[in-house]
């Protein structure tokens, strides 16, 4: 089961409180902003900022 569009517009990074959106693969959550990837596990976004990958060039959107 994926990440639904409701719960995708209702979640917002926790470091900077901006818009998130899903990673190309599909396994993890972006933002841009603070070029940040939270990923996410058995469904579950891991939106701890302490979890957080910095974001490399191919985890671009």
Known sequence: MAISKELL???ACPKCKGEVHLN???D???C???RL???IR???PI???DEARPLEQSDKR
């Open 9 to 11: 517009e209702i979640l």
């Open 24 to 26: 190309d693969s599909g």
């Open 28 to 30: 993890g959550l972006v």
């Open 32 to 34: 841009e902003a603070c």
């Open 37 to 39: 990837l939270y990923e």
């Open 42 to 44: 058995d469904d579950i």
């Open 47 to 49: 939106m701890l900022i």
